[in-house]
């Protein structure tokens, strides 16, 4: 337990590197366009739109169902993809000089939810433009934010530690989120999977997250309190597997970088 709260504290001791990680990779991701940061707003406008028109024909679903799908879906994605070659990326700066290792998957986390606050912006701009009504329950969205942030958070400490070990991992995981992706109500309503294929949803955490952040944002769709206990329950074990595994193989990453 002594290692585990040991690393805790060393991050928080790096908390001005961890902001300097942070505010580095936001200004480098858009160094080179053209409309620089407006990117963050743009970039995901100019996605919901084109997805829109595309699956609301198809599944004839609201403008906030397939929006709100497809923003926190990205978030948690390019998050943990981005994350999962943290440490190799930084292996220099691990070699060099000792570091909690753990403070690099987690600036790219926290740089994603910074990219996440802004794209909410297009997002309500959309919702405005709709005429949607806001729900009572929108002081969820931060609550369903870190819940995914920590959830993410967990992969990303896997995936990070295992691509140092074993490279392939990458290629791997693009393969397994894009199944993840189409086994999540992102574009298609919950109602297509019914009866026995129910399981499928009820073992995914990324469906208690959407479903969580669109009773947020629409008073059409309800809010279920067991669906906040169940993705506060898959944050915390992400967290406290990812942690454990990170933890057993910390010591080992300089040595194969």
């Known amino acids: 337990m002594y290692k585990y709260l040991k690393e805790i504290s060393e991050i928080i001791r790096y908390k001005e590197l961890l902001r300097n990680l942070v505010s580095t990779d936001i200004k480098v991701r858009y160094k080179r366009s053209v409309l620089g940061f407006i990117w963050v707003m743009l970039n995901p406008l100019l996605i919901m739109l084109v997805l829109y028109i595309v699956f609301s024909a198809l599944f004839h679903v609201s403008v906030v169902y397939i929006l709100s799908g ?19 990326g930084n292996s220099n700066l691990i070699k060099k000089v000792y570091l909690p290792k753990a403070i690099f998957p987690l600036s790219v986390i926290i740089s994603a939810m910074v990219n996440f606050a802004f794209s909410l912006v297009p997002l309500f701009i959309i919702l405005s433009i709709t005429g949607l009504n ?53 574009f298609w309503p919950e109602s297509v999977l019914s009866g026995k294929f129910s399981i499928i949803l009820h073992l995914n955490p990324n469906y208690y997250y959407i479903s969580i952040f669109r009773a947020a944002l629409s008073p059409d769709v309800p809010f279920m309190p067991e669906k906040l206990l169940y993705g506060l329950l898959s944050s915390l074990m992400a967290l406290a597997l990812g942690w454990f595994f990170y933890i057993r193989y910390r010591d080992r990453i300089v040595y194969h970088l």
Request: net charge negative.
């Open 134 to 186: 806001l729900s009572p329950y929108l002081f969820l969205l931060p609550v369903v934010l870190l819940m995914i942030a920590i959830f993410s958070f967990g992969i990303a400490l896997i995936l990070s530690t295992l691509t140092v070990f074993f490279q392939d991992t990458k290629y791997i995981y693009e393969i397994f989120l894009l199944a993840w992706m189409y086994m999540t109500p992102v």
């Open 70 to 88: 497809i923003i926190l879906w990205n978030f948690f994605s390019q998050s943990t993809s981005t994350a999962l070659n943290s440490f190799i």
